[in-house]
């Protein structure tokens, strides 16, 4: 199956600064990436939708100011956590999709960010 | 009204024994949807697709009903290592995750 590589897997980071998460598809072109976030015990919070080359859409309550995120290529996504507080503590995971608006997505391995 | 609803479970049962979960989704037009297995603090990982005329894949067979809007996920002869929370996903241009239900298979 695709391949998603999520980096990193585990950081923790001091109040205040900024943590840059990569995700990448290995062996296709992802067209839409997605990114979510997942507190313990919680669902997958569905945080914003990307696609290559165009701004990414941001559901209601997710600030794009502090969650930027960057898909400069149809293999390369980023999300950058800015001015990073303890309660953005949470797992972050991506997934990536291809051009066919049908097929699953694919999952990075997510990571967990804490924030001390 | 959440776009996908599950009973979060947790469903505990012996192995062997047979369960089944239920997914409803509020988006008349979705357009596919699937079932994820997630283990705890890892990844989802894709389970199987769900078609509108039902699908089997081993244990496991999914079911869709477009009319009342839900899916369903049956697993037979459960085995210690089906125990994690399965997710279920819909998509309408973009995939929205239930909350999961957790399912613990026991001695």
């Known amino acids: 199956g695709a391949v998603v590589s999520q980096h990193p897997s585990r950081v923790i980071c001091k109040s205040g600064t900024s943590v840059k998460i990569e995700c990448r598809s290995l062996?296709?072109?992802?067209?839409?990436m997605f990114w979510y976030r997942q507190f313990p015990k919680q669902s997958l919070m569905l945080m914003a939708t990307s696609n290559e080359g165009s701004k990414a859409t941001y559901e209601q309550g997710v600030e794009k100011d502090k969650f930027l995120i960057n898909h400069a290529s149809l293999t390369l996504s980023t999300l950058t956590v800015t001015s990073a507080h303890p309660e953005d503590s949470s797992f972050y995971i991506c997934s990536a999709r291809g051009g066919n608006e049908v097929t699953e997505a694919f999952f990075g391995q997510g990571t967990r960010l804490t924030v001390v | 009204r959440k776009e996908v609803e599950q009973d979060p479970g947790p469903f505990n049962v012996p192995e062997g024994a047979t369960v089944a979960f239920n997914c409803t989704y509020s988006n008349s037009a979705s357009q596919s949807f699937f079932w994820y297995r997630q283990d705890c603090r890892k990844e989802p990982k894709l389970l199987m697709s769900v078609y509108s005329s039902g699908n089997e894949d081993g244990r496991f067979t999914a079911q869709l009903n477009r009319a009342s809007q839900y899916i369903s996920l049956l697993i037979r002869d459960s085995k210690l290592s089906d125990s994690a929370t399965y997710l279920c996903?819909?998509?309408?241009?973009?995939?929205?995750f239930g909350s999961g239900t957790k399912l613990n298979v026991k001695p």
């Open positions: 062996d296709f072109q992802a067209t839409t």
């Open positions: 996903v819909v998509n309408f241009n973009k995939f929205y």
